[in-house]
Every structure is written in C-alpha cells, then in structure tokens.
Antibody
Framework: EVQLLESGGGLVHPGGSLRLSCAASGFNFNTYALSWVRQAPGKGLEWVSVISGSGNSIHYTASVKGRFTISRDNSKSTVYLQMNNLRVEDTAVYYC???????????????WGQGTLVSVSS | DIQLTQSPSSLSASVGDRVTITCQASHGIINHLNWYQQKSGKAPKLLIYDASNLETGVPSRFSGSGYGTDFSFTISSLQPEDIATYFCQQYDNFPFTFGPGTKVDIK
C-alpha cells in the first residue's frame, strides 16, 4: 500500500524554524516527485513546493521562496521541508503529496499524507 | 499566477440530485485541471485528473469535463457520503494553484 507519513510539526515562535519530514512507503520513491501543500485553519489549500524524483528540479510558491527549502533523501524514502523565519501566516496543516506520474514534476497529486500541524505564535 | 474561480462557494442538495460545480481559470491550462474531495478533518483525495479522467476506485457518479479555461465537475446522484468540500487545482504552470473550494451539503 502506498503511504505518506508526515512528522515534525509543532508550536514555534515567529522567526523560528522547523523541519518537516514525510516518510514514504509502497512505491518506487526515487522516480516520483513529491509536493508540500498547506491548509490554514478553516481555509483552502495552498501548494507550497515540489521536488522531482532526482532532486534536480525544485519549485516554490512566492510567499515561501528564500525561507523554505525542500529536499529529499532517496536512501531513506523521505522528503523534507526546512522552514526558516516562520511567520504567523505560515500556521497551517502541512500535507505531503505524491505525483501521479513517474518522472513528471507537474502532475496530479494522487496520494496524500494525513498532515502535520504547524502553529506559529508568540 | 493562474487564478481559479469556483462556483458556487457552497450548495445544499437532496440525496439523488445532480450537482454541478464550475471552475474557471484566468489563463488557458489545456486540460491540466484536477478535482479533489476533502472531508472534514481529512486529507484531500484525488477524484478527477486531467479534467475528465476518473481516478482508480472513484465511483462513476463523479465526472468532469472542460478544456482551456472553463471546467465543470458533476455528481450525477448525490449520496450522503459525498458531504465534503471540493477543490479544483491546475498544474499547467508553477505555482500550482487551487480553487477556493465548494462546500457540498445535504438538504
């Protein structure tokens, strides 16, 4: 069974840092792109970042560029989101999601984790 | 960025009713448009990909159509388990963007 399991969320002060992890199982990890998508409390979905299977292609939404860094360790079947200089508006549930198609960075997101909550507050 | 507009923002319908949601893109996105269902407290679930393709395991009462800038999503016969918020999403250009969502309720 294909599974994604996020961890690393928590409460942090503005300006602080967190590193989220997404552990994958049940598929050939290094051939699929992974995205992070977030959802602020009571709000809609916002795509954050994507990394290709090889790690060579990376994209971010503008509001996190320069503050967040996506990476992956294919030997551990894990993707990470390093979040620095966190702001109150980064408060959200963060989901990781798998691309539907092998190799493609731009693809539908066919498997999602359960999410991890990041709260940024003083 | 490509903006997606969904209509309506919410709807209430009876069991067995046909329900249609529309999604309009600010620029043409070919057929790079997906539909997700999100139940309360749960992760989103992919229902329709590439505008009209039914994801494996999804009931056939769900369908999608459209091309370019105008898309629609239909539930042919609303069931109680379909209570959820539905989002469209484009992946034609980075950043990927989602519509604001349509909350579907049972009357």
């Amino acid at each position: 069974e294909v599974q994604l399991l996020e961890s690393g969320g928590g409460l942090v002060h503005p300006g602080g840092s967190l590193r989220l992890s997404c552990a994958a199982s049940g598929f050939n990890f290094n051939t699929y792109a992974l995205s992070w998508v977030r959802q602020a409390p009571g709000k809609g979905l916002e795509w954050v970042s994507v990394i290709s299977g090889s790690g060579n292609s990376i994209h971010y939404t503008a509001s996190v560029k320069g503050r967040f860094t996506i990476s992956r360790d294919n030997s551990k079947s894990t993707v990470y989101l390093q979040m620095n200089n966190l702001r109150v508006e980064d408060t959200a549930v963060y989901y990781c999601a798998k691309a539907q198609n092998v190799i493609m960075v731009a693809a539908p997101l066919d498997v999602w984790g359960q999410g991890t909550l990041v709260s940024v507050s003083s | 960025d490509i903006q997606l507009t969904q209509s309506p923002s919410s709807l209430s319908a009876s069991v067995g009713d046909r329900v249609t949601i529309t999604c309009q893109a600010s620029h043409g996105i070919i057929n790079h448009l997906n539909w997700y269902q999100q139940k309360s407290g749960k992760a989103p679930k992919l229902l329709i990909y590439d505008a009209s393709n039914l994801e494996t395991g999804v009931p056939s009462r769900f369908s999608g159509s459209g091309y370019g800038t105008d898309f629609s999503f239909t539930i042919s016969s609303l069931q109680p388990e379909d209570i959820a918020t539905y989002f469209c999403q484009q992946y034609d250009n980075f950043p990927f963007t989602f519509g604001p969502g349509t909350k579907v309720d049972i009357k």
